[in-house]
């Protein structure tokens, strides 16, 4: 088992989650919606995450109360991804995410910190988490799956332009 915690990063070190959203390996999946956030580019997922932006974000995510937390590897001594939930008011409920740094998939990080994740938002008082993505994900849902996320419902989203199909999984913790 891997040796890992979750750590609430300080500002200056936002540097990691900069260094990851500028990844194009580590943000494919992310790429070809039609969304307007910030800095978010269409051909490669990839999200711009400069300095000057850290601490606005830092103090947003403290306001709203979402959770972001680093996947810290304690053997390694270093980073690996990152974690977060936050409230979507629209829907109602409380999405999660987990993101491992390209480099790092496939070495049973992400089922740990999903787990950490649920600890962490059951501790916070949330009672359920949600997240989506696409179905052409089947690792990333077996390890929701093998977390005890069901399979809520399906759903078609757009990419590129085309249709995909997509999933959204639940948890009550």
């Not at 978010?40 to 103090?59: A, K, L, M, N, S």
């Not at 093998?146 to 399979?151: L, P, R």
Request: glycine letters at 8%.
């Amino acid at each position: 088992m891997k040796n890992i915690r979750l750590y609430i990063p300080k500002v200056e070190e936002y540097w990691y989650e900069e260094k990851v959203e500028k990844d194009p390996l580590s943000m494919h999946y992310n790429a070809g919606y039609d969304v307007d956030y910030f800095g978010y580019h269409y051909d490669t997922g990839c999200i711009d995450f400069p300095e000057e932006r850290w601490q606005e974000v830092y103090q947003k995510r403290k306001k709203e109360k979402k959770y972001f937390a680093y996947i810290k590897d304690l053997t390694l001594g270093q980073f690996v991804g990152y974690v977060d939930y936050n409230y979507d008011s629209k829907e109602k409920k409380y999405y999660c995410g987990v993101l491992i740094e390209a480099k790092h998939r496939g070495k049973g990080y992400s089922k740990i910190a999903l787990q950490l994740l649920c600890q962490e938002a059951k501790k916070n008082g949330i009672r359920e988490l949600y997240d989506n993505f696409e179905i052409n994900r089947p690792f990333t849902l077996k390890i929701f799956e093998s977390v005890g996320f069901k399979v809520i419902k399906k759903e078609v989203w757009k990419k590129f332009g085309e249709d995909v199909e997509g999933v959204v999984v639940g948890i009550k913790l």
